[in-house]
């Protein structure tokens, strides 16, 4: 018997409390780290301060791409009643 698999639109698969949770913990860290960054190293003061609050902002993105992505792709699945063939 095989069962149809319906997919979720994308907006309600973030609608869950694990992503929603994820999603703050990455905001909440990303704005305090900014914000204590910018108060001890201000970015116009040198060029390597505006590079290392740069690279945070990359590394802050990619983290949050990754996570979007994995909301809204998922970790996959299989049919039902799938058993690996063992040889």
Known sequence: MERETVEKPFWRRLMHYGPIIALLLVFCITTSTLFCHIQWWPPMS???ACASLLSFCLASCC???NLLLSSFVG???VPLGWTPVCH
Do not use: E, K, W
Request: glycine share 12%; proline share 11%.
């Open 46 to 48: 040198s060029l390597f």
């Open 63 to 65: 983290t949050m791409s």
């Open 75 to 77: 970790p996959g699945f």
